[in-house]
């Protein structure tokens, strides 16, 4: 049985949709969610929806009884590592899966940064756990490119200080489809793939882009680091914490840290990632 925490979060409910159009068979799945009306869609015989708080030993315990596998994608926020690496030892108490930890591409730098240092900490219980692991490490996504369509739309410009550093964007889809055949291949064990889309672009590359598509000019704008969590923190309604986070990986994208394109994508979903111009020519009506 494969236990997913984080089942309704953007990365979360890929890995659920994936696994069941990919065809697990009689493989069942579990769902512990805060908010489970949430995936209550995808119940039915093989998906068991339990409603539950990661906070919660015992309801956390009683999800696990008979799981072998279970999927970490709890999301980011100032407590995530603490609430993972607790999760860790909850699961190894009790059946000692394989985890299979949705990571950041940023844990593997050195000096950590941003969101990867709260993924690196749950990545280094995790591997001194004694459990059986997969680690997936995706780069920034193609669909938080969306969080900046309101300045697009109104003021023509694309605010996010990553100057010419260059990103391997990576779609979530794709992310969900390699997670799926993690889990359904027990083979893989102890392993970290770096997980990117198919080629790197920077933001003057996508602002020409969406321009070519909206037939108006789109300008990418540095905002000083400040002023840019202000702005996501102001118009966008963000959490002060978030937008740090966001202004962190902005950071690791202008020195190049997500520029570097794998091949362990392709090789775990068996064809070639999605890449920018698809998920414009899908979503192009968002930045009009």
């Not at 193609?142 to 200080?161: C, E, G, T, Y």
Request: some cysteine; glycine content about 8%.
């Amino acid at each position: 049985m494969i236990l997913i925490l984080g089942a309704t979060g953007q990365v979360g409910t890929r890995i659920l949709s994936s696994l069941l159009e990919g065809g697990i068979g009689s493989t069942p799945i579990r769902v512990l969610a805060r908010r489970p009306e949430a995936v209550q869609k995808f119940a039915g015989s093989i998906v068991d929806v339990r409603k539950g708080d990661f906070e919660d030993r015992e309801e956390v315990v009683r999800a696990l009884d008979g799981v072998t596998d279970v999927v970490l994608a709890t999301g980011d926020d100032p407590g995530n590592a603490e609430r993972e690496i607790r999760l860790i030892e909850w699961a190894k108490d009790a059946t000692m899966p394989r985890i299979v930890k949705i990571s950041a591409i940023t844990a593997s730098l050195t000096p950590r940064v941003s969101v990867g240092v709260a993924h690196g900490a749950v990545e280094d219980h995790l591997k001194a756990s004694g459990l059986n692991w997969v680690i997936l490490q995706p780069t920034f996504f193609l669909q938080s490119l969306a969080l900046f369509r309101d300045p697009v739309r109104k003021q023509n410009v694309f605010p996010l200080p990553t100057h010419g550093g260059a990103v391997a964007f990576v779609d979530v889809r794709d992310i969900g489809v390699a997670a799926a055949r993690v889990l359904l291949d027990l083979s893989l064990s102890r392993r970290t793939f770096i997980l990117t889309g198919p080629e790197a672009w920077t933001l003057g590359q996508v602002c020409a882009a969406l321009s070519e598509r909206l037939g108006r000019r789109i300008r990418h704008v540095n905002p000083p680091h400040v002023l840019f969590k202000v702005m996501l923190f102001t118009f966008g309604r963000m959490p002060w914490s978030h937008a740090s986070l966001i202004s962190g990986v902005a950071k690791a994208c202008a020195a190049g840290d997500e520029a570097s394109v794998m091949t362990d994508l392709r090789d775990l979903i068996g064809r070639p990632p999605l890449g920018l111009d698809a998920y414009l020519d899908e979503t192009i009506d968002q930045f009009r």
